[in-house]
């Protein structure tokens, strides 16, 4: 396994309904961020949660940290279309500046 | 204050020629980042600079990969001799503090990204 992978893969649900990503990582981290990227295009930057925060909201972004779990969650409520894109996680781990990213979960949002 | 940007957006080398990639990061941003993502994948650090300083690079590929950040102009990731396998998109972040300057935390701000096709 790598660094900040992950789960579900794809994910595909209706429009108002809530959508949960999950990663998971390896290493030691100062934090863990949120990315979004719709097809072919760049990355957005959605939430940062620092290693001592257990969680955190942005509007309808709620963020867990679990770190004696080493693992994350993304949750999106009520869904839109328009939320449909690639979700990246990514760690910035304590031995260095460089973020770490996983392989993202492709969400589809269904109207 | 402009974004990250990063030009060309779209780039067409054949096997063998060179690509020059260019990133001007965020006005006041010192630290810039280059990051590469193959078709279906997530984003893969490649190399991390200060102005006219390599800081770490242990995500470049040993052979044909360079980059630099002059005191003037832009960041260049510079790929010489293109294969097949280069086709990517590669991106460029910038930050403007790093580690040594005791922040807790370091955001990097994203540009478009090149897509690099090697025919």
């Known amino acids: 396994s790598q660094q900040g992978e992950e789960d579900p893969q794809a994910l595909s649900i209706q429009e108002g309904e809530n959508a949960t990503m999950n990663c998971s990582y390896k290493?030691?981290?100062?934090?863990l961020q949120w990315y979004r990227q719709n097809s072919g295009r760049g990355l957005v930057h959605l939430i940062l949660?620092?290693?001592?925060?257990r969680e955190k909201h942005s509007g309808r972004l709620r963020v867990t940290l679990d770190t004696s779990k080493k693992s994350s969650s993304l949750l999106i409520t009520a869904s839109r279309a328009a939320d449909t894109a690639s979700y990246f996680c990514?760690?910035?781990?304590?031995?260095?500046?460089?973020?770490?990213f996983g392989e993202g979960t492709q969400l589809t949002v269904n109207p | 204050n402009a974004g990250v940007m990063q030009n060309p957006r779209h780039l067409v080398r054949r096997r063998g020629q060179e690509a020059r990639l260019r990133c001007s990061p965020m006005?006041?941003?010192?630290?810039v980042y280059w990051y590469r993502q193959l078709p279906e994948e997530g984003l893969k650090f490649m190399v991390y600079?200060?102005?006219?300083?390599?800081?770490?690079e242990s995500g470049m590929p040993k052979e044909r990969f360079s980059a630099e950040f002059p005191k003037e102009g832009p960041s260049i990731l510079r790929i010489q001799q293109v294969v097949r396998g280069d086709s990517a998109a590669y991106f460029c972040?910038?930050?403007?503090?790093?580690?040594?300057?005791?922040?807790?935390?370091?955001?990097?701000?994203f540009g478009p990204g090149t897509r690099l096709t090697v025919l």
């Open positions: 972040a910038s930050s403007p503090r790093g580690r040594a300057s005791g922040y807790s935390y370091n955001e990097q701000f």
């Open positions: 290493t030691s981290i100062n934090n």
């Open positions: 949660i620092r290693s001592n925060e």
């Open positions: 990514a760690t910035e781990e304590t031995s260095g500046s460089r973020l770490t």
């Open positions: 006005k006041g941003h010192s630290h």
């Open positions: 600079l200060q102005k006219e300083n390599i800081i770490d």
